[in-house]
Nanobody, 124 residues
Framework: QVQLVESGGGLVQAGGSLRLSCAASGRTFSNYAMGWFRQAPGKEHEFVASISWTAGNTLYVDSVKGRFTISRDNAKNTVYLQMNSLKPEDTAVYRC?????????????????WGQGTQVTVSS
């Protein structure tokens, strides 16, 4: 049974940093990619970033490029999202998810497993 457990969220002032973690278990992820999505109150899920488990290829939504960095530690089966220069508009519940390689990273329906989410709140 695949489990994804996020941690690292919290309250931070604008301009601050947080690092989210997503610990994965339950299967081998070599043919999968991990993604981070976020959902602000009253809004749809938004793709944030993705990384392929083996090759480490990354993708970002334009609004976080240069501020967020996605990475993974294969030995720990953990994916990270380092978030710097945070803005109030980054406030949301952040969730990690797993999808098979070769599927669209932007399509939420391609992700098979999801974590429960972690709240990130950025105050102005």
């Amino acid at each position: 049974q695949v489990q994804l457990v996020e941690s690292g969220g919290g309250l931070v002032q604008a301009g601050g940093s947080l690092r989210l973690s997503c610990a994965a278990s339950g299967r081998t992820f070599s043919n999968y990619a991990m993604g981070w999505f976020r959902q602000a109150p009253g809004k749809e899920h938004e793709f944030v970033a993705s990384i392929s488990w083996t090759a480490g290829n990354t993708l970002y939504v334009d609004s976080v490029k240069g501020r967020f960095t996605i990475s993974r530690d294969n030995a720990k089966n953990t994916v990270y999202l380092q978030m710097n220069s945070l803005k109030p508009e980054d406030t949301a519940v952040y969730r990690c998810a797993v999808r098979p390689l070769g599927t669209s990273p932007y399509n939420i329906k391609r992700y098979d497993y999801w974590g429960q989410g972690t709240q990130v709140t950025v105050s102005s």
